[in-house]
């Protein structure tokens, strides 16, 4: 990374409108508040500090268009672009995570959810506890609503996710909200009658792939060590009932999630061509957080982040040259950077976002009936730091819980324009922290970035994106654009006029 | 008008800032001040019960602000 000389330069202050810059490669990143961002030469940056770029040069159009020069700038268009970036910022949270149980019949290394045994049968959310999670869910000024059953595994808790699923049905006929159920599940508790019901009320299955099979069996551990066949099973055989319905199986499919542990590092290629032999088409390679398990097993697991950005690095090297041969197959990270990067638009990823979800973006209800302001602030209750414990579904009402004192103190806390370092971030317009991983890694919800992992991450990720961007491979360009390119799931929403879906069915 | 109780945890808000934020809403709002191992509770009833959400929010985020200010919880 080659750093402009500044002191050698004779700044004009008067040229350029407000802007933060970052040496990228041999080029420099620069981009303004609203989030339009040019990649300039050492020379045009140089020029462009100092005020001496020609008002008939292509430089200065790029500038002038992108709303770089202070003359010309154009604040109702800058309006417009920062309202349509920050759209989630009026809106309540549309993420509620139910936590059906603590119980798993997995045990994952790293495991961030507290998982319990299988006996444990006092971490199963009742019936009562879920309808209040269902009010308080639905009560959201939000017009999307996602529950999302999570676990342990939930499974684990049938009966459960099917009473939320048809409670919560009913109950949105009089409220008329965009309603969607996903469900995470390692998947080894399907069966047939389950995935019938589940595809016929529409809920969208997530589960984890780690990798090739030796790694995803040694690290998410059945008794019967055949995780990795099962889960695989189970993508097919979903993916196949997609077909047989009649759906888009580009758009519909299930969407499989990974954790990057210190063994899946060398194996990046391996784990690609698993992906892309299940047929997925995304994968995100998500580095291990410091919640559960994983803290107490981190010596065995955890790696410097500069190991992870080396693995990102090759994988999505990769990736790119699977889709220059026609696999359509994209990263996760990539495409919610490049979302915000390319299109000005925010995916909404409650993590990479600012102010970050926490509270505002999504609740999450443990099976108790415990309230926490997202599943990282529940884990941290697991953990024994209750922090982010914002209420009980028994007592607090919707207002309570998205106003309250703690959720206050992390929108401001992952607003990144009042963050050290990231306010003179090129990166801050598609950026985000988040407060609970701080708090667990920095004790101080506001973190400090220069030694932050998720900081390192983020960067890391957007300095190889920059990278290409400034490269200008024409089919690289292509590739990117695509992986911004965001289609609707719609046959997730249920439908309103539905009939009351039936638990025998 | 019953009270609204709102619950400042020790990891987040310096004790000094909440105390300093009573003081000055004090003129606005009737305190009840309480502690826990983990939290500060306040318990404000708001003098004009018209005032009493407005009050909440504008207490809360005053204390938030100081704590900023001092740095912090610690």
């Known amino acids: 990374m080659m750093r402009p000389d500044l002191a050698s330069y004779k700044l004009n202050p008067s040229f350029a409108a407000f802007f933060r810059y970052r040496p990228v490669g041999d080029k420099i990143v620069i981009s303004n508040y609203e989030g339009s961002y040019l990649i300039l030469t050492h020379d045009e940056f140089k020029q462009f500090a100092e005020g001496t770029v020609a008002p008939e040069s292509a430089l200065y159009r790029a500038l002038d268009e992108k709303n770089f020069i202070r003359e010309t700038y154009r604040v109702a268009d800058a309006a417009a672009q920062l309202k349509a970036r920050k759209h989630f910022i009026h809106t309540g949270p549309n993420l509620h995570v139910m936590v059906v149980t603590l119980r798993c019949n997995e045990t994952c290394i790293y495991c961030h959810a507290s998982r319990a045994n299988m006996d444990a049968v006092h971490t199963d959310m009742t019936k009562e506890t879920a309808e209040k999670a269902v009010d308080i869910a639905l009560s959201t000024t939000n017009p999307f609503v996602t529950i999302e059953f999570q676990g342990g595994e939930p499974l684990v808790n049938y009966p459960v996710v099917q009473h939320i699923i048809e409670y919560a049905r009913e109950r949105n006929k009089q409220l008329g909200k965009l309603l969607e159920f996903t469900m995470v599940s390692n998947l080894s508790l399907m069966d047939e009658e389950r995935l019938k019901y589940l595809l016929e009320n529409r809920v969208q299955i997530c589960t984890s792939i780690d990798g090739p099979e030796k790694l995803h069996n040694a690290q998410r551990k059945l008794p019967t060590m055949d995780a990795f066949q099962k889960a695989v099973h189970w993508i097919k055989r979903i993916n196949e009932a997609y077909g047989e319905m009649g759906l888009d199986q580009t758009l519909y499919h299930v969407e499989a999630l990974m954790t990057t542990t210190r063994e899946t590092l060398p194996l990046w290629k391996e784990v690609v061509d698993t992906y892309v032999k299940l047929g997925c088409r995304a994968l995100f390679l998500r580095p291990v957080d410091p919640f559960g398990f994983a803290d107490r097993t981190r010596l065995r697991i955890e790696y410097p982040r500069s190991a992870y950005l080396d693995f990102y690095r090759k994988a999505v090297d990769y990736i790119i040259e699977l889709n220059k041969q026609g696999v359509q197959v994209l990263e996760r990270f990539a495409s919610i950077f490049l979302t915000k990067i390319l299109r000005g638009e925010d995916p909404n990823f409650l993590d990479v976002r600012s102010p970050a979800g926490s509270g505002v973006g999504q609740l999450a209800y443990s099976y108790d009936g415990k309230i926490f302001t997202c599943d990282e602030g529940r884990m941290l209750y697991a953990m024994g730091e209750d922090t982010f414990h914002l209420g009980h579904v028994d007592t607090h009402t919707y207002r309570d819980l998205v106003g309250h004192e703690t959720v206050r103190a992390m929108v401001i806390a992952s607003n990144l324009e009042g963050q050290p370092d990231c306010v003179n971030c090129a990166y801050n317009p598609y950026c985000g922290t988040i407060s609970a991983t701080n708090h667990k890694s920095q004790g101080s919800i506001f973190g400090r970035m220069r030694d932050n992992n998720v900081c390192a991450v983020h960067k890391g990720i957007q300095d190889y994106l920059f990278e290409k961007l400034g490269e200008g491979d024409p089919d690289v360009l292509e590739i990117f654009d695509r992986w911004t390119t965001v289609r609707a799931r719609e046959h997730f929403i249920q439908e309103l006029d539905a009939p009351a879906p039936d638990a025998a069915s | ?74």
């Open chain 2, 1 to 74: 008008m019953s009270a609204r109780e709102l619950r400042f945890h020790r990891d987040i808000y310096a004790g000094e800032a909440v105390d300093e934020a009573v003081k000055l809403f004090s003129g606005f709002a009737d305190f009840e001040l309480r502690e826990q191992d983990d939290a500060w509770i306040v318990s404000l009833t708001a003098k004009n019960p018209a005032q009493q959400t407005r009050l909440c929010g504008e207490f809360s985020n005053f204390a938030l602000g100081l704590t900023i200010q001092r740095g912090g919880s610690e």
